[in-house]
């Protein structure tokens, strides 16, 4: 009888695995992708927004869903044919906010009695409402100079109807990322739900809220007498990293035309996401020292309101803090950070600056608190699972998964979960590196490798599930996937992020090109003769590197990589980010530039390299491409370029996305040595 069981426990579990299938674009596309949460104000019950592509329609479309907080009564409350985002409870937990066709709008919890709560012309957006519900913080992009919605309305009607398409410009950061600024500003506004005003805050202002750029928050005092925000009020704001924390007294916001605002911080470099503590003696707020370095170390800053001191939380703590979130008692800042391959979570008391871990593992994202504070609220993914919503006690115990809308999908995919190994980089340094093995792993075959280097430089892989460069997408055609962290990734302190900037193919090279060596002499199951490398952004600028530098890899992709430092420079648009990556402008620190900038070792090109662009990519321009292009061609390298048109620095469109895996795949299949 034993016997005849353990047969039929083997049969059903031979025909479950049958039934599992590795990850295809059309399922990462499939995947419910959930954005935003609110929790109730009794802790009970979660709004969250959900959006599912066509990969046929080519779009997306976003919907609200209810959730009760211990994972029942799952359905949609706002699914139309259009966008519903944002959800926000209101203070009385029966109704809550959340934006649609561009403005704010207010519905119960049965999305029934829905109106327009905000109606402005050019639009509103990002809803933060007061304790007690009766005023509501958004923005809105508006021409700084109009006073009434009538003037924006009729500058852009203006606007659209002139044949003439030309654009002057009289200053930098003309356009952002993928999009030309123009002459409107961001604007924080202020509405009062019984008097129905709204007030610009920024009367008249040139400045944004939130900043174009590395964070910003707005938020009410407990008391309501007090607003905080992030602005920028560089008169150069291409080199500027310094934004600051300013607030607002609600009794002063009606005087036109006079400066309502107060600076309270004092760095020269990024300070963000401001967040009174709930007994209204302190503002915290992150904050970096260095001026012009976008990655440097976020500290956690609290200002005490009645002295007007600024203490620092973060002395002994050596990773950038994020989502910083009160308890209720005052006593203990909540905070998710890079932690190696993980966002974790942690808190610090206030008192002691003591600070502890709360959950180490995964991906942890927009941290939130119960009103007791007894339970934390996040999203969390892993390699194998796209963002669910979990929750935690505050104490770091009772982990639970709420939602798990992607179940059924997941269920029918075969994934291994992610490993890790360290090797030795330069100096000796230990850097860690995250290998994934391909679906249906057998150890005694060998499998083909592809090398997977990250952007940013100050970026890192994580046990995540990623939408674009997916590690088990890239496995699951039967590669063993290595994707290292060296120097510059963030999560391992910040002197190791500080060590690749003025140093881009030094240091960091070599932690990559030993991860390498590392992997293929200890793992048997990798093919040593069949190995591949890709990268995007700065990873691309590594591939072109590799390119000039060894010949140890069979292909090569380039996703909007730096080819030519100096060209890049003069057409980027962050300036402050090459500017503190080379010592200053190109004239200025030009022996680094060229020291440093693949574009100097054509000669040495033969790898086969596939070039991948898009046309509206501000950050990395696509004249990069074309000049790679160019030279790998010029060479006699084998060669192949595809470009979007309609792209950014993101391959974002579902049939775009079909067409840069399949490309990628095809390019690593046609260069396989066959045995």
Excluded at 599 to 605: E, G
């Amino acid at each position: 009888m034993k016997k005849f069981i353990a047969l039929v426990f083997i049969l059903i579990s031979v025909t479950l695995l049958a039934q599992t299938k590795p990850l295809t674009v059309d399922d990462l596309w499939a995947m419910k992708r959930i954005g935003s949460f609110d929790i109730s104000p009794d802790g009970k019950s979660i709004l969250f927004s959900v959006t599912i592509y066509s990969i046929e329609e080519n779009k997306g479309n976003t919907d609200i869903y209810f959730v009760k907080s211990d994972g029942t009564d799952l359905h949609p409350v706002l699914n139309s044919d259009e966008n519903e985002s944002d959800p926000k409870f209101l203070p009385d937990g029966k109704h809550f906010s959340y934006n649609y066709k561009g403005n704010i709008w207010i519905s119960d919890l049965a999305g029934e009695n829905r109106k327009q709560l905000i109606d402005l012309p050019t639009g509103s957006y990002g809803a933060v409402w007061s304790n007690d519900g009766k005023k509501l913080l958004f923005t809105s992009k508006v021409y700084p100079e109009c006073t009434s919605p009538e003037c924006n309305t009729e500058k852009d009607k203006k606007k659209e109807k002139s044949k003439v398409k030309a654009k002057i410009i009289t200053e930098l950061m003309f356009r952002h990322w993928d999009s030309w600024r123009g002459e409107k500003r961001s604007h924080l506004f202020l509405y009062d739900t019984q008097t129905k005003e709204i007030t610009d805050l920024l009367y008249k202002s040139k400045f944004d809220v939130p900043p174009i750029a590395l964070g910003g928050g707005y938020t009410f005092s407990p008391g309501r007498d007090e607003i905080a925000f992030c602005m920028n009020e560089s008169g150069f704001l291409a080199t500027s990293t310094n934004n600051d924390i300013f607030t607002i007294k609600l009794s002063g916001i009606n005087k036109k035309g006079k400066k309502p605002y107060t600076k309270i911080s004092v760095s020269k470099g990024n300070d963000t996401s401001p967040v009174y503590s709930p007994d209204g003696k302190y503002l915290a707020f992150l904050s970096m020292e260095r001026e012009g370095f976008e990655s440097d170390k976020l500290r956690i800053i609290l200002l005490d309101r009645k002295s007007g001191e600024l203490i620092n939380l973060s002395d002994n703590f050596d990773f950038s803090a994020q989502n910083i979130v009160w308890s209720p008692d005052s006593k203990y800042i909540y905070f998710t950070a890079a932690n190696k391959i993980y966002n974790s979570i942690f808190k610090v008391n206030v008192e002691t600056k003591k600070f502890s871990t709360v959950l180490e593992t995964r991906v942890n994202t927009g941290l939130t608190l119960s009103h007791d504070g007894k339970k934390l609220f996040f999203k969390q993914q892993r390699s194998t699972q796209p963002y669910e919503i979990f929750s935690i006690s505050a104490n770091g115990k009772n982990l639970k998964q709420i939602t798990s809308v992607n179940a059924a999908l997941l269920g029918e995919i075969e994934m291994n979960e992610i490993e890790t190994f360290w090797s030795k980089g330069a100096n000796g340094t230990p850097v860690q590196s995250i290998l994934i093995k391909p679906p249906f792993f057998d150890p005694q075959k060998k499998y083909p490798m592809i090398f997977l280097i990250h952007g940013g430089p100050q970026g890192h892989w994580t046990d995540d599930f990623h939408y674009r460069w997916n590690i088990q997408l890239f496995a699951s055609k039967g590669y063993v996937v290595v994707a290292p962290n060296p120097r510059g990734s963030v999560g391992y302190g910040q002197k190791f992020t500080d060590e690749i900037s003025r140093d881009w193919g030094g240091k960091v090279y070599t932690d990559l090109m030993n991860a390498y060596d590392y992997a293929l002499a200890n793992f048997e199951f990798i093919d040593k003769d069949n190995t591949f490398a890709a990268g995007a952004s700065y990873g691309g600028y590594m591939i072109n590197w590799i390119e000039g530098h060894t010949d140890r890899f069979n292909a090569l992709v380039c996703h909007d990589g730096v080819f030519d430092l100096e060209s890049m420079y003069g057409t980027t648009e962050e300036l402050w980010f090459p500017e503190w990556e080379f010592g200053g402008p190109p004239w200025e620190s030009r022996e680094l530039y060229r020291k440093w900038s693949p574009h100097m070792y054509v000669k040495n090109f033969k790898t086969p390299m596939l070039v991948i662009h898009g046309a509206n990519d501000f950050r990395v321009t696509e004249g990069q491409a074309f000049e790679l292009f160019t030279s790998l061609q010029r060479m006699g390298v084998e060669s192949k370029f595809l470009y979007f048109p309609d792209e950014t620095h993101f391959v974002t469109k579902p049939q775009n996305s079909k067409l840069w895996w399949n490309t990628i795949f095809k390019w690593f299949s046609d260069h396989k040595k066959e045995k």
